[in-house]
């Protein structure tokens, strides 16, 4: 075992704040990896403040995770002490059902361990995220970064990346699709960059006017603001793909009118329930979808990784020292970043120092 800082809630209602715990001694198939960077998560927020009702305390959070291998179990292959690797919201699942044989531990049937605010397989200990100064996974949820990517812009791409590149693959998304991302933030900011990149002429849809030039400097062909509905009527039936980021309950029946027959709109943000409820007709009249996803399994967060460094993708970042996490946190609820935090973990070995 070894002593490990970070910084953890105590309760819903406490800040963030310093925080010693251990760490299991890695084991044969285990990778050691001494976190350099670590992106916020609106999630984070969340489970912090106990706002989904499920948080377990003490809690470190982050799942966004970016460091250095410092060692590695007898049996480990592929990755060596030296290497650069990261660390997304899970580091284990029953490795055993269709959904793990298929490589998507993230809808484990028997429930994936996450990163944080989750318990370590057949037992009660706390697993602790990445607001810390290291962490000990199992090699199969250890992703290599490629070599000359941003280390501190890749930490996002564990969540936010892979929350927009899954469904962008799952749904074939490529060249010659008119494809639009719905909500410009963490999240709509990397389904910007993936979908060009992917080949598609992608339209940033927002209810913000003052969003236009951010959305074409992300890589976005059109901007359709949804509270025009003279625009979002002159687009209508013209959208192979909707990726919607939107992450608070809102009306889905305009976009849907935005679909092509037999289309598809996925949403990646809402956890809650829809409201206003969606209109049967809307669905029915053009034998349209509303599916929803997750993040990706692991061998598709390493395809994810893996393109970024072929296209030099990463999240635009604001770094922040871990002491003003909590600052942060409040920054978030104003949605005053763009697009994603991103804390320095070396501020947390400075300040034990």
Request: charged share 25%.
């Given at each position: ?12 209602q ?8 251990t ?20 999630s984070?927020?969340h ?20 460091g ?24 284990d ?25 989750s ?16 962490i000990v ?21 564990l ?22 991302v ?14 060009k ?41 013209s ?45 029915i ?17 390493q ?19 871990i ?31």
């Open positions: 075992m070894t002593e490990v800082r970070g910084y953890a809630a105590r309760d819903a406490s800040p963030l704040a310093p925080f010693s715990f760490r299991r001694s890695p084991g044969p198939h285990d990778i050691e990896i001494e976190i350099l960077y670590c992106g916020i998560c609106h984070d927020l489970q912090a403040r106990n706002d989904w009702r499920n948080s377990l305390y003490p809690m470190v959070p982050g799942h966004e995770i970016v250095r291998v410092t060692s590695v179990g007898e049996h480990v292959k592929k990755l060596k002490a030296g290497d650069f690797a990261a660390v997304g919201c899970m580091v699942s029953c490795r055993h059902c269709s959904a793990c044989d298929d490589d998507l531990e993230q809808y484990c049937e028997h429930g994936a361990t996450w990163t944080y605010n318990k370590e397989r057949n037992s009660d200990a706390l697993t602790f995220g990445g607001y810390s100064e290291k996974v199992e090699e199969r949820f250890v992703a290599k970064v490629p070599p000359h990517l941003d280390l501190k812009a890749t930490a996002p791409l969540c936010a990346g892979i929350t927009t590149w899954s469904p962008l693959r799952h749904w074939k998304v490529g060249p010659g699709q008119k494809v639009g719905i909500g410009l933030g963490g999240l709509g900011h990397m389904g910007i960059k993936f979908a990149a992917l080949g598609a002429h992608v339209v940033m849809i927002t209810t913000s006017p003052g969003k236009a030039k951010d959305a074409k400097k992300l890589g976005a062909d059109e901007v359709l603001l949804s509270r025009d509905a003279a625009a979002m009527a002159a687009q209508a039936a959208f192979d793909f909707l990726l919607n980021t939107v992450p608070v309950p809102h009306d889905l029946n305009p976009y849907l009118a935005l679909l092509k027959r037999d289309r598809t709109m996925v949403l990646v943000g809402v956890l809650t329930e829809l409201e206003p409820p969606v209109q049967g007709g809307a669905l009249g053009g034998r349209k979808s509303v599916a929803g996803s997750g993040i990706g399994g692991m061998k598709e967060t395809e994810m990784l893996d393109f970024c460094g072929e296209h030099n993708i990463v999240a635009d970042i604001e770094v922040v020292p002491q003003a996490v909590n600052e942060a946190y409040e920054r978030l609820l104003k949605n005053d970043v763009k697009y994603r935090f991103v804390i320095d973990i070396e501020s947390l070995r400075k300040e034990a120092a």
